[in-house]
């Protein structure tokens, strides 16, 4: 059994910056694409950032500009580089990962983010 285990969550002043890291555990393969999706209160879970093994990206309008994902697929890791964090950045960040081969699709626990103003 494989899953993913993110760190690098916190609390942190608007304009901040935060990196958060996800790892996997277990025998998983053939992840792709991996990614991070944010939950709000009382809002649905959102696409925030994803990326192919082959790095290629695409981001949620809100974080363009702001939000750099980047993955090392020797040690099957993805990140999330958050700079000029704003309070509407506040939420549960979850990393996502699809293996390729059988769609079986894989989340984290989630990390919680907290930009104060």
């Known amino acids: 059994q494989g899953q993913l285990v993110e760190s690098g969550g916190g609390l942190v002043q608007a304009g901040g910056s935060l990196r958060l890291s996800c790892a996997t555990s277990?025998?998983?393969?053939?992840?792709?694409?991996m990614g991070w999706y944010r939950q709000a209160p009382g809002k649905q879970r959102e696409l925030v950032a994803r990326i192919t093994r082959a790095g290629s990206t695409n981001y949620s309008d809100s974080v363009k500009g702001r939000f750099t994902i980047s993955r090392d697929n020797a040690k099957n890791t993805v990140y999330l580089q958050m700079n000029s964090l704003k309070p509407e950045d506040t939420a549960v960040y979850y990393c996502?990962?699809?293996?390729?081969?059988?769609?079986?699709?894989?989340w984290g626990q989630g990390t919680q983010v907290t930009v104060s103003s």
């Open positions: 996502n990962a699809v293996n390729y081969y059988t769609s079986k699709e894989y």
């Open positions: 277990g025998s998983i393969f053939g992840l792709n694409p």
